[in-house]
Nanobody, 127 residues
Framework: QVQLVESVGGSVQSGGSLSVSCASSGFEYRHYYMAWFRQPPGNELVSVGSIDCNGGIYYANSVKVRFTISQDSAKNTMYLQMNSLDLEDTAMYYC?????????????????????WGQGTQVTVSS
């Protein structure tokens, strides 16, 4: 059974940094897209970035340079390091998995592509 569990988020001042993680079980990364999405208050769910089956990492333009996605296959954990946070980064952050695939390459940015979701973790940026 596929399970995804995000770590607790938190509150940070504008310009600060925060890291969240997503612990997974029940599948192998090499057959799945993994992704982070976020949903700001009153807005739709949008992609932050994704990792393909080969470990290729892709980012939404809004977070490039500031955010870093990584994964540790040995620990079955994906990470999201967020730097230079601003007010617009306030959102509920979700990790997601799509698969299984024999091969998966490229940026999987659409919500509809993902069939497994974590419960979400709140990140709040204040001025």
């Amino acid at each position: 059974q596929v399970q995804l569990v995000e770590s607790v988020g938190g509150s940070v001042q504008s310009g600060g940094s925060l890291s969240v993680s997503c612990a997974s079980s029940g599948f192998e990364y090499r057959h799945y897209y993994m992704a982070w999405f976020r949903q700001p208050p009153g807005n739709e769910l949008v992609s932050v970035g994704s990792i393909d089956c080969n470990g290729g990492i892709y980012y939404a333009n809004s977070v490039k340079v500031r955010f870093t996605i990584s994964q540790d296959s040995a620990k079955n954990t994906m990470y999201l390091q967020m730097n230079s946070l601003d007010l617009e980064d306030t959102a509920m952050y979700y990790c997601a998995a799509a698969g299984p695939y024999s091969q998966c390459v490229g940026f999987a940015a659409q919500v509809s592509q993902y069939n497994y979701w974590g419960q979400g973790t709140q990140v709040t940026v204040s001025s």
